[in-house]
Protein backbone atom coordinates (compact mmCIF):
# COMPACT_ATOMS: atom_id res chain seq x y z
CA UNK A 1 0.00 0.00 0.00
CA UNK A 2 1.52 3.50 -1.03
CA UNK A 3 1.72 5.94 1.76
CA UNK A 4 -0.65 8.87 0.61
CA UNK A 5 1.86 11.28 1.82
CA UNK A 6 4.49 11.03 -0.97
CA UNK A 7 1.79 11.89 -3.23
CA UNK A 8 1.51 15.16 -1.98
CA UNK A 9 3.75 18.08 -1.87
CA UNK A 10 2.96 21.35 0.35
CA UNK A 11 4.63 24.39 -0.81
CA UNK A 12 7.17 26.13 1.91
CA UNK A 13 5.89 29.47 0.66
CA UNK A 14 2.39 29.75 0.20
CA UNK A 15 1.39 26.40 1.67
CA UNK A 16 -0.93 24.92 -0.99
CA UNK A 17 -1.08 21.25 -1.12
CA UNK A 18 -0.67 19.83 -4.89
CA UNK A 19 0.05 16.32 -6.47
CA UNK A 20 3.88 15.58 -5.96
CA UNK A 21 4.80 15.32 -9.99
CA UNK A 22 8.00 15.84 -8.66
CA UNK A 23 9.01 18.77 -10.63
CA UNK A 24 12.25 20.28 -10.21
CA UNK A 25 11.98 23.93 -8.90
CA UNK A 26 13.81 26.43 -11.09
CA UNK A 27 14.53 29.88 -9.56
CA UNK A 28 15.19 31.35 -6.40
CA UNK A 29 11.69 30.87 -4.91
CA UNK A 30 10.94 28.99 -1.97
CA UNK A 31 8.47 27.47 -3.52
CA UNK A 32 7.51 23.65 -4.54
CA UNK A 33 8.04 22.54 -7.98
CA UNK A 34 4.78 22.10 -8.70
CA UNK A 35 3.69 25.17 -7.32
CA UNK A 36 6.23 27.46 -9.53
CA UNK A 37 4.49 25.17 -12.45
CA UNK A 38 1.50 26.71 -11.67
CA UNK A 39 3.08 30.18 -11.69
CA UNK A 40 4.08 29.22 -14.61
CA UNK A 41 0.69 28.58 -16.33
CA UNK A 42 -0.12 31.74 -14.81
CA UNK A 43 2.88 33.83 -16.55
CA UNK A 44 1.74 32.26 -19.39
CA UNK A 45 -2.11 33.43 -19.64
CA UNK A 46 -0.81 37.22 -17.85
CA UNK A 47 2.00 37.79 -20.47
CA UNK A 48 -0.27 36.31 -23.72
CA UNK A 49 -2.72 38.91 -22.81
CA UNK A 50 -0.51 41.97 -23.48
CA UNK A 51 -2.52 44.38 -21.95
CA UNK A 52 -2.08 47.78 -21.39
CA UNK A 53 -1.94 47.70 -18.01
CA UNK A 54 0.37 45.02 -17.78
CA UNK A 55 -1.43 42.52 -15.08
CA UNK A 56 1.12 40.36 -15.24
CA UNK A 57 3.88 42.85 -13.14
CA UNK A 58 1.10 42.19 -9.94
CA UNK A 59 1.61 38.41 -10.51
CA UNK A 60 5.16 38.83 -10.36
CA UNK A 61 5.53 40.94 -7.52
CA UNK A 62 2.24 38.51 -5.47
CA UNK A 63 4.06 35.55 -6.28
CA UNK A 64 7.56 36.70 -5.29
CA UNK A 65 6.25 38.09 -1.78
CA UNK A 66 4.47 34.90 -0.82
CA UNK A 67 7.87 32.98 -1.49
CA UNK A 68 10.29 35.34 -0.68
CA UNK A 69 13.27 32.92 0.47
CA UNK A 70 15.86 30.37 -0.23
CA UNK A 71 18.04 32.50 -1.50
CA UNK A 72 15.95 35.08 -3.57
CA UNK A 73 17.62 38.38 -2.87
CA UNK A 74 16.62 41.29 -0.58
CA UNK A 75 15.93 43.87 -3.35
CA UNK A 76 13.71 41.25 -5.29
CA UNK A 77 11.34 40.86 -1.92
CA UNK A 78 11.45 44.51 -1.30
CA UNK A 79 10.30 45.73 -4.68
CA UNK A 80 7.58 42.78 -4.86
CA UNK A 81 6.26 44.18 -1.54
CA UNK A 82 6.81 48.03 -2.86
CA UNK A 83 4.89 46.87 -6.06
CA UNK A 84 2.26 45.26 -3.84
CA UNK A 85 1.58 48.29 -1.58
CA UNK A 86 1.19 50.34 -4.82
CA UNK A 87 -0.85 48.34 -6.33
CA UNK A 88 -3.21 47.78 -3.51
CA UNK A 89 -2.88 51.08 -1.32
CA UNK A 90 -1.97 53.69 -4.84
CA UNK A 91 -4.37 51.88 -7.36
CA UNK A 92 -1.24 51.92 -9.86
CA UNK A 93 -1.48 49.22 -12.92
CA UNK A 94 0.94 47.05 -13.68
CA UNK A 95 2.62 49.54 -15.85
CA UNK A 96 2.99 52.34 -13.05
CA UNK A 97 4.29 49.50 -10.79
CA UNK A 98 6.81 48.99 -13.23
CA UNK A 99 7.47 52.06 -13.81
CA UNK A 100 8.06 52.99 -10.03
CA UNK A 101 10.66 49.63 -9.83
CA UNK A 102 12.83 51.47 -12.91
CA UNK A 103 13.21 54.44 -10.66
CA UNK A 104 13.63 52.53 -7.71
CA UNK A 105 16.25 50.56 -9.52
CA UNK A 106 18.56 53.85 -10.00
CA UNK A 107 18.81 54.55 -6.89
CA UNK A 108 21.54 53.04 -4.88
CA UNK A 109 20.40 51.23 -1.64
CA UNK A 110 21.47 48.34 0.22
CA UNK A 111 18.49 46.49 0.96
CA UNK A 112 18.31 44.29 3.84
CA UNK A 113 16.87 40.94 4.01
CA UNK A 114 13.45 40.58 4.91
CA UNK A 115 11.60 37.85 7.08
CA UNK A 116 8.55 36.40 5.87
CA UNK A 117 5.85 36.36 8.80
CA UNK A 118 5.52 32.55 10.51
CA UNK A 119 4.49 29.51 8.51
CA UNK A 120 0.81 29.81 7.40
CA UNK A 121 -1.64 28.93 4.89
CA UNK A 122 -2.57 31.84 2.80
CA UNK A 123 -6.00 32.39 1.80
CA UNK A 124 -5.39 33.08 -1.68
CA UNK A 125 -2.79 31.19 -3.89
CA UNK A 126 -1.36 31.12 -7.43
CA UNK A 127 -3.72 28.45 -7.62
CA UNK A 128 -6.83 30.10 -7.02
CA UNK A 129 -6.07 33.02 -9.51
CA UNK A 130 -5.30 30.41 -12.26
CA UNK A 131 -8.74 28.45 -11.45
ZN1 LIG B 1 3.48 28.17 -3.35
Known amino acids: MENTNEKIVE ?24 CYQKYSDLSCYTIGKQDIDFIHQHSI ?5 QHSGNGMKPITTAFSLIGLYYAVEKGFNGRQVQRVHTLLSRQKYNWKELQPPDKSVYSLTVFDVLN
Not at 11 to 34: Q, V, W
Not at 61 to 65: E, K, L, W
Open 61 to 65: DAYST
Open 11 to 34: CPGCGIKLINRHFTLLGNYNASGE
